[in-house]
Nanobody, 123 residues
Framework: QVQLVESGGGLVQAGASLRLSCAAS????????MAWFRQAPGKERDFVAA????????DYADSVKGRFTISRDNAKNTVYLQMNSLKPEDTAVYYC????????????????WGQGTQVTVSS
């Protein structure tokens, strides 16, 4: 069982940066693929980024590639999402998710989810 708690969201202006954190419970955190998804009002939950268990492989949605960086610290049971050059279209609730396996973009495959943290980018 893995419990996930996100933090770091907020209201920023376009062009600013934010760093989201996701703290995980459980001794098996280091075996999980971790990912960030986001959901804007009235839209589906979309894949943002994923990182494999060791941190050696990452995957990004085209819309955030070059602006966002996912990383993890297995000693701290934490995964991060550094978001730079934020745009108004990045506004959404950001969710952390975990799955035992390879890098996956499909939300339905993830077993564990956090409660989400709101990111709002003003123009």
């Amino acid at each position: 069982q893995v419990q996930l708690v996100e933090s770091g969201g907020g209201l920023v202006q376009a062009g600013a940066s934010l760093r989201l954190s996701c703290a995980a419970s459980g001794r098996t955190f280091s075996t999980y693929c971790m990912a960030w998804f986001r959901q804007a009002p009235g839209k589906e939950r979309d894949f943002v980024a994923a990182i494999n268990w060791s941190g050696t492989r990452t995957d990004y949605a085209d819309s955030v590639k070059g602006r966002f960086t996912i990383s993890r610290d297995n000693a701290k049971n934490t995964v991060y999402l550094q978001m730079n050059s934020l745009k108004p279209e990045d506004t959404a609730v950001y969710y952390c998710a975990a799955v035992s396996g390879w890098l996956i973009r499909t939300a339905a495959n993830y077993n564990y989810w956090g409660q989400g943290t709101q990111v709002t980018v003003s123009s």
